[in-house]
């Protein structure tokens, strides 16, 4: 068993954590001796994935050291702990190589209830390069940043039809069986834009856009945007319903849409 840390000071170190990644990635941003690699699933690796991850690994060790930890680059450890860590050192690491500036570390912890279940209470999206960052713990709402500035709450929008609503997705790959049903909920809304990965999730918790999916993604790309959405009193699920980051896929919402964009998808 982990000791018992409060919400606060668990949200207090995933900020810590976002601060030095940020003070990484920023480095190593648009550097002309960026070191690239390809990992065996065919997606690129920089070295700054690594060293990020590798920073906040050790930060972690000291901090939460019975805590466990699910990272992209260097995997799992202490898997039957009641709680863990879920970092990914780079969310979008295309956008970071070719210089565009949507990309972002995403910190998410984990706990399991006592059901066997379990649930992410904190999570931050940091995005350096945008000037922004967004967080939330459970039951405490969410929040952004700009450049630094006052905590702003926000909260998602209040489109209740489709014809009215703003979706963003990354692309079409992945969609496979799904494509045709997805071609025909993006024509269903009024607005549509390939904005993809953390970014467009991030919009839905702003209410800036009303649904955001992705058919393909890791937990360590959606914990923090799950309980982000959720604080901003979004729906977050994979594209069967299933509630949570754990499916495989992220379906993000203002929740009123979300009966229907499962509708669609089904």
Sequence with gaps: MSAKYSLESDLELALELAAIADGITMTRYLAQDLVVSTKPDNTPVTD????????????????????????????SQHQDATRYWVMDPI???????????????????????????????????????????????????????????????????????????????SDFDGWNEHLDKFRTLISSCIRSRGLGDFWSHMLVAEGAVDIAAEPRLALWDMAALDVIVREAGGTFSNLTGEAGPFGGSGISSNTLLHPTVMAALK
Excluded at 62 to 75: I, K, N, Q
């Design 48 to 75: 700054a994935d690594r060293a990020t991850e590798e920073a906040l690994r050790k930060h972690l060790a000291t901090e939460r050291p019975a805590d466990g930890l699910v990272g992209e680059e260097f995997g």
């Design 91 to 169: 969310d979008g690491t295309k956008n970071f190589m070719r210089g565009v500036p949507t990309w972002a570390t995403l910190i998410g912890l984990v706990e399991r209830q006592e059901d066997g279940s379990e649930k992410v209470i904190v999570g931050v999206t940091s995005a350096p390069a945008l000037f922004r960052r967004w967080y939330a713990s459970a039951g405490n709402g969410a929040f952004t940043t700009l450049n630094g500035s006052a905590p702003r709450k926000i909260e998602v929008s209040k489109v209740s039809e489709l014809s009215n609503a703003s979706i963003a997705y």
